[in-house]
């Protein structure tokens, strides 16, 4: 015969063979220590009778113990962080979305190949004829690795940095 109990402290319930009255364990889910009462105790709280559960069957069958697992969720007045951050703008971008002042263009040579012709000389200065040159505060050369997509090895690449008035 098994009983029926639920534990105090989390309200998980329970059921054990008759066998296991008296004896102490910690609940699986709040891991307080609890001793399953007697089945009689267990018909006075308001759990099965001992008449109502059925005998177990010819052939035995395991026993597997029900466990009812209780889930809160935290609330919490805090605003809500994202999960998923979205990655920085990229200069260019940010550069873009700002009122006039210093602005940034980073132009790379990887960037400027056409089917076999490099335009990077050509692009650089068209960029430096269109913004003037009185504008220009600084141009930098930069150097940059990437994996090309082509071969897969690791390339690496320059190009310029122009810091500029808008």
């Known amino acids: 015969m098994d009983i029926t109990f639920s534990c105090p402290g989390c309200g998980i319930s329970l059921e054990v063979e008759s066998e296991a009255a008296g004896q102490q364990f910690d609940c699986p889910s709040c891991h307080k220590p609890i001793?399953?009462?007697?089945?009689?105790?267990?018909?006075?709280a308001g759990g099965p009778p001992?008449?109502?559960?059925?005998?177990?069957a010819s052939s035995p069958q395991p026993q597997v113990p029900k466990i009812e697992k209780r889930i809160s969720v935290p609330v919490t007045s805090n605003p809500v962080e994202s999960l998923i951050q979205k990655p920085n703008k990229s200069l260019?971008?940010?550069?873009?979305?700002?009122?006039p002042g210093l602005r940034v263009k980073t132009i790379r040579h990887s960037d400027c190949k056409e089917v076999g012709k490099d335009k990077f000389d050509d692009t650089v200065s068209e960029f430096l004829n269109r913004i003037g040159d009185n504008?220009?505060?600084?141009?930098?050369?930069i150097s940059y690795s990437y994996v090309e997509m082509a071969t897969q090895k690791l390339v690496t690449d320059f190009g310029v940095m122009v810091v500029y008035r808008a």
Do not use: F, H, L, M
């Open 92 to 99: 260019d971008a940010v550069s873009r979305d700002q009122k």
């Open 135 to 141: 504008a220009v505060v600084s141009i930098t050369p």
């Open 35 to 44: 001793q399953v009462p007697s089945p009689a105790s267990t018909e006075r």
């Open 50 to 56: 001992a008449s109502a559960v059925a005998p177990a």
